[in-house]
């Protein structure tokens, strides 16, 4: 009986784990959850970097008539810069002109928005635009002197195409944006994209979305390409959890759009997901076939089990019976 242990503790063992993992087997993870978009009333809002460079960043803006654009100003310098809104629709100013010509033209035709905010500051430019506006741009400029010259300028673009729609993503630590997925099914085009990014980690990213419709970039290739085919929107996503970012862009058509984190060295570690606009979100993978595995695991684990019983009722029984003696010749 006890030569017949080992055999009986395997039978059993296999078939404890056995049964389960061939149960498990062919169980693939859930596929990333996806964020869907939500219509949003007329109001928007925008986030707005200001550099020493200096620049804008983004350097175009887009709003819906009829409504109120609240652009949030961080100065991500240590110059004072402004954010000066042009009253008058397509006009665009003259770079050749002087601080004091500048300041001039604001004078005489006024301004829809004009915020001053200091280095390592941030601050709120709350713009209205009435239904007549739809299709018209509204330059925006610094009037600290010289920084207009020096290229600190970008334009609020008014839609009438309805309003946009909200979007929601999240960075972690972990080099990934959860969902990886965001779903958008416009009802026009083109529609106005506001995404809230919120940072659940540490670590600052950038929320960066390619401008070329399915088409897949790679960490080798995304810098190449973004500079002949700049960004829709790049938007960085400061450091440490709970900070949040607006990231503003407008898609024109239907189309697949990657976006990634362009930190050094995230995108390499998978940091990267798609906006699907206009397209279905392709279904999860169907987990391949496990029933021949799972029959052979079944068959294999009761095959051992019947040895180990036989082998248990031969071993219970060697030894009550006496052995043959030989036939003969034995010494007295």
């Known amino acids: ?25 062919g169980r693939l993870p859930s596929a990333p959850a996806v964020g869907y978009a939500h219509p949003e009333s007329g ?68 301004s829809l928005a004009n915020v001053s905010v200091a280095g390592g500051g941030s601050a709120w430019a709350n713009v209205t635009f009435n239904a007549s506006a739809g299709g018209d741009s509204f330059e925006f400029v610094s009037l600290i002197p010289y920084q207009f010259q020096a290229g600190m300028w970008g334009f609020v673009n008014v839609t009438s195409s309805g309003p946009g729609v909200l979007l929601q993503d999240n960075t972690t630590d972990a080099y990934q944006f959860v969902p990886a997925a965001l779903s958008v099914t416009p009802t026009h085009y083109p529609v106005v994209l506001n995404v809230l990014v919120t940072n659940q980690g540490s670590l600052g990213h950038t929320f960066t979305v390619s401008g070329l419709s399915n088409y897949t970039l790679s960490p080798a290739n995304f810098t190449q390409t973004f500079a002949t085919n700049p960004p829709l929107v790049n938007a960085p996503v400061p450091g440490g959890a709970g900070s949040t970012v607006w990231a503003n862009l407008t898609i024109k058509g239907p189309g697949v759009y990657q976006y990634i984190c362009t930190v050094t060295g995230h995108f390499a570690n998978g940091m990267t997901g798609f906006l699907y606009v206009g397209e279905p979100v392709p279904a999860p993978p169907v987990a391949p076939s496990t029933a021949l595995v799972d029959t052979w695991v079944l068959v294999g684990s009761a095959s051992l089990l019947g040895i180990g019983v036989i082998l248990a009722v031969v071993a219970a029984y060697t030894g009550r019976f006496p052995s043959r003696r030989g036939s003969g010749h034995e010494h007295h």
């Open 1 to 25: 009986m006890v030569r017949a242990l080992p055999w009986a503790i395997a039978a059993v063992v296999l078939l404890s784990v056995g049964l389960p993992s061939a149960a498990a087997m």
């Open 43 to 110: 109001n928007a809002t925008a986030q707005l970097n200001l550099t020493d460079q200096p620049r804008f960043d983004p350097r175009s803006l887009t709003a819906n008539a009829s409504a109120t654009l609240a652009v949030h100003l961080t100065n991500v310098g240590q110059a004072v810069h402004t954010f000066t809104l042009s009253k008058q629709p397509g006009v665009v100013l003259n770079l050749s002109w002087s601080p004091a010509q500048l300041d001039a033209y604001f004078a005489g035709n006024g």
